[in-house]
């Protein structure tokens, strides 16, 4: 697997978006080989793919079901701000 150098995938992603957007690359493939940079090779370790699969489920998929009322708190008062004109 390669890691990328710049640690804001998506802010890099975004700036690539925007780039071919605005014409500075004339597609994606030219934009990414352009700007995408990659610090080093890792490979993933088999041995340890058991405490993974255990954080996945001991604590990843309780984060979402905890964060969800408040992701539908964030919407709530989205949905009740004045829109701009």
Do not use: N, W
Not at 9 to 21: C, R, S
Not at 26 to 44: K, L, N
Not at 49 to 67: D, I
């Amino acid at each position: 697997m390669l890691r990328g150098e710049h640690p804001e995938a998506a802010g890099l992603g975004a700036a690539i978006v925007a780039a071919v957007g605005l014409g500075f690359y004339p597609d994606f493939p030219q934009a990414v080989a352009t700007m995408v940079r990659h610090r080093d090779i890792f490979c993933p370790r088999p041995e340890v793919a058991g405490v993974y699969q255990q954080l996945y489920f001991r604590v990843y998929k309780r984060m979402h079901s905890t964060l969800q009322p408040l992701y539908r708190e964030i919407r709530e008062e989205r949905v009740r701000q004045p829109k701009e004109e």
